[in-house]
């Protein structure tokens, strides 16, 4: 057997160029292999995330009832028990940060231009706490704090060409069906989060003067969220509240980015389908360099046979050395995708056009590659496994050859 391993590895890259050929091919499979996989898990990693830190939390409690309507942004649903859930939320789970905050359907404009926008009333200094939505800061002038003021998603603002210190007019629908407008409200600040429905559609209103503009009591809001140390506690606090309020509805993050990761398990799909072509390419290349090595050395093989090594020996002598080649293209290739994955985790790519092109399929603007140790070894031993399976047909032909005829051939 020691002979036949110092006869593999002297064999394996008898023939240089085909064999470069053959660990270049495995190589652009593996790579590819690892970058494809770090890139859908950084981009499902990024939306999650954002939704998470920006929007959602870990859980979301409201009424049964408000789901059906939860699109034209009702405030006259009772939600009786939240500060009930809040407190319940926090005995449960003494590490969570809980909020409370109110959604409404807001129309914004500058007395020329009016656009509709999602508003929020939320207390700022408990909001920013959870949610990572930068600094909801009152103006610092202490005139213009004693007047309406709001906080605005960024790209919202661009639309109008707004910017912090410039004053807009809100109209809103208010808890009892009557409309309300406040003409020149403040904008105390510009939000940028990541997430396409905070930058693009929100308006942020503090409490203390929004309760008054959309009649709303004390204490009132339309959804409580929760964010634990443990993400997995998610699905205990929703059989917590659900089991103690039948009548409240408690979606986890994990259901609230079901259709996110979905759409990104096409894509995931999509890339690997390619990588796979490529892989292909490469088990082809491996079973021509295989081959033609048989034809190349059919007295060396017949001079095997002749001395008395058994035909598993010739076998066993062609699949070693079809996965030296494979085991060196397979470990360069993973090498350079997982140094390739890291450089793209800490320098994010620009993707804010990319969404377009996929056909409106969600992207985070900024995509952080995420690396993971099974994405490596997985790679490297999909091109082991390529090579392998390649090798085996002529392996077995090249084992099968006649010594005497062998022997004789020129």
Known sequence: MRFLLRLAFRNALRNKRRSLFTIASLFLGTSLFVAAKSFVDGIELTLVSTQIDTEHGHIRVVPTAYLSEEDYKPLDIPFPEVSAVAEFLRAQFPDAQVVTRSTFSAQIGDGVRSLSARGLVVDPTKYVDMFRVGELKAPTDAALAKRPYC???ADLARTFGWKEGDRLFLKAKTRSGTINAQD????????RTGSPMTDNFTIFVPSVWADDFLNLTPGFATEVYARFKVADDAERAEIAVTGKWPNLDAETWRENTKFVRALNDIRRQHFFLVVGIILLIGALSVANTCLMAGFERTKEVGTLLALGYPQRSVRILFLVETLIIGGLGAFIGVAFGAA??????????????ISDAEGGMPMPPLLHFHLTPPAVWIGFLIGLAVALVAAVYPAIRASRLDPIVALRED
């Open 184 to 191: 020149g409200v403040i904008i105390a600040g510009l939000i």
């Open 340 to 353: 390739a994955s890291a450089w793209f985790g800490v320098h994010p790519i620009e993707l804010a056009n």
């Open 151 to 153: 906080w605005l998603g």
